[in-house]
């Protein structure tokens, strides 16, 4: 099973600043997703990428697939606290290579935005 | 937007009682999921399904059983609670698009 690391673990920061996440493995992704989950919660899918050196922007979020597929980065600008909560990046196809047979998670990046 | 619908949302039971957790589903997703989550270790897969009364284990099984008798439900149990077990549960489902839909988790506490 790939593993995926994620970085930082924990980062608090004020609110109005920029921040960036990053989710790598050693393997090659065929594609990758972001959740953010609230405490409480389940995971809520943010965005999927498919294509190396493929950017998608969510409102203030932008998500970067590295061209090799190996690595993938989400960056916030003016982080708000509505920000706050858990990024896990995510590999639709690491059991199988295929097929619908689980997510494989990286343990997550803890965000906290304060006011 | 009912989505997923976990029940129990928490859960105490005592070690070596069986316990069956339910999941759900309004959307007619063909595969379904259970996994737990574990500070340190993230989520991990338990068990899924790919259709009713098909089933395959996950990277965490041992201890645990799932059926799926109808498309929306698919129940997770363990035989005989150890503290082990205990955690937060989530269940997802997922067409072949990828997209999975998570459920709002059970946490369940064996003492």
Request: hydrophobic share 30%.
């Given at each position: 099973t790939q593993l995926l690391e994620q970085s930082p673990q924990f980062l608090s920061i004020q609110e109005g600043e920029n921040?960036?996440?990053?989710?790598?493995s050693s393997?090659?992704?065929?594609?990758?997703?972001?959740?953010r989950q609230e405490p409480g919660e389940g995971p809520v899918l943010l965005?999927?990428?498919?294509?190396?050196g493929e950017v998608k922007k969510l409102k203030r979020l932008t998500f970067q697939f590295g061209d090799a597929r190996k690595d993938s980065s989400?960056?916030?600008?003016?982080?708000?606290?509505?920000?706050t909560g858990l990024y896990l990046c995510a590999d639709p196809e690491a059991y199988s290579g295929g097929g619908a047979d689980g997510l494989t998670f990286g343990k997550g990046t803890h965000l906290i935005i304060q006011p | 937007d009912a989505g997923i619908t976990q029940s129990p949302r928490h859960k105490v039971t005592e070690?070596?009682?069986?316990v069956t957790l339910r999941c759900h589903q309004t959307e007619n997703h063909r595969y379904m999921y259970w996994y737990r989550q574990d500070p340190g270790?993230?989520?991990?897969?338990?068990?899924?399904?790919?259709?009713?009364?098909?089933?395959?284990?996950?990277?965490?099984?041992?201890?645990?059983?799932v059926s799926r008798s109808k498309t929306e439900d698919f129940l997770l149990t363990l035989e005989s609670a150890t503290s082990s077990q205990t955690s937060v549960y989530f269940c997802a489902a997922t067409d072949a698009n990828y997209g999975y839909t998570f459920g709002s988790g059970t946490r369940l506490t064996v003492v």
């Open positions: 921040l960036t996440v990053y989710c790598n393997s090659v992704f065929s594609s990758l997703q972001w959740y965005v999927t990428v498919v294509t190396g989400l960056h916030i600008t003016a982080a708000q606290p509505g920000d | 070690t070596g009682t069986p270790h993230g989520l991990r897969l338990i068990h899924y399904s790919y259709g009713v009364k098909d089933t395959d284990k996950g990277e965490v099984s041992d201890g645990y059983s």
